[in-house]
């Protein structure tokens, strides 16, 4: 079974400060890691994907992950945060057989709040 | 590309009703779509799979009876909640795979708000 934690439902940076949300997973197989964006009233967006390949993933808009298998963590980062980055950030792993063909499952979510 | 919409973006029904919700790929053909649930505040849950042309595969828990899934094309699933109670009431988003262009990858519709009177 997969399972995702995502620490802090809400945080909070100023602008141009450093973007930090964090996500923990467990899973019975080897692991699809997404990172997932949800502005108000609109679809999910990918940002990006771990796929077993590099463990340093880079997405759309600046924002990348790292894979630690170690700490099966998979946080997603920013260097210089941007007002229009204020939005719902999800994390997800892929399915009971791994490989991303499956349904995915979600953390809680995260609500990230710009400060200008 | 890679565009899915859902239809109707809203819906208010009366208990003991049944409601209908579209969810279709635009530009693509999925053989795959997945349909999920999010309460307020909370993280969204996996209800079904829907394989084109064979039936769905439910998660634990989740009614089939009272959820029905039929993907009838490549390009439309339907969710009908049937006999809706006010407990149904929440936002589901559907998924789809473009296998062909894209792997495993899913995109995601906007959602359908349902709210049970």
């Known amino acids: 079974a997969q399972s995702v934690t995502q620490l802090g439902s809400h945080v909070s940076v100023s602008e141009g400060a450093l973007v930090l949300l964090r996500c923990n997973y467990s899973?019975?197989?080897?692991?699809?890691l997404f990172w997932y964006v949800q502005y108000p009233n609109q679809g999910l967006q990918l940002l990006l994907k771990?796929?077993?390949?590099?463990?340093l993933v880079k997405g759309i808009n600046g924002f990348e992950a790292e894979f630690k298998k170690s700490e099966t963590s998979f946080h997603l980062t920013k260097p210089s945060a941007h007002m229009s980055d204020a939005a719902e950030y999800f994390c997800?792993?892929?399915?009971?057989?791994?490989?991303?063909?499956?349904?995915?499952?979600f953390g809680k979510g995260t609500h990230l709040i710009i400060q200008p | 590309g890679a565009v899915v919409s859902q239809h109707p973006s809203w819906v208010i029904c009366k208990s003991g009703t049944s409601v209908k919700i579209e969810c279709r790929s635009l530009?693509?053909?999925?053989?795959?779509m997945f349909w999920y649930r999010q309460f307020p505040k909370q993280s969204l849950m996996l209800m079904a799979t829907?394989?084109?042309?064979?039936?769905?595969?439910?998660e634990q828990g989740v009614e089939k009876d009272k959820f029905l899934i039929n993907h009838a094309s490549l390009t439309l699933s339907t969710l009908t909640v049937t006999s809706a109670h006010p407990e149904d009431s929440s936002f589901y988003i559907c998924?789809?795979?473009?296998?062909?262009?894209?792997?495993?990858?899913?995109?995601f519709g906007p959602g359908t708000r349902l709210t049970v009177l």
């Open positions: 899973s019975s197989v080897p692991p699809y």
């Open positions: 829907s394989n084109e042309g064979s039936k769905a595969t439910y």
């Open positions: 998924s789809a795979r473009d296998v062909q262009r894209r792997g495993n990858e899913q995109f």
């Open positions: 997800a792993v892929s399915g009971k057989s791994g490989g991303g063909a499956d349904g995915l499952t």
């Open positions: 771990y796929t077993s390949a590099a463990t």
């Open positions: 530009d693509f053909q999925a053989t795959t």
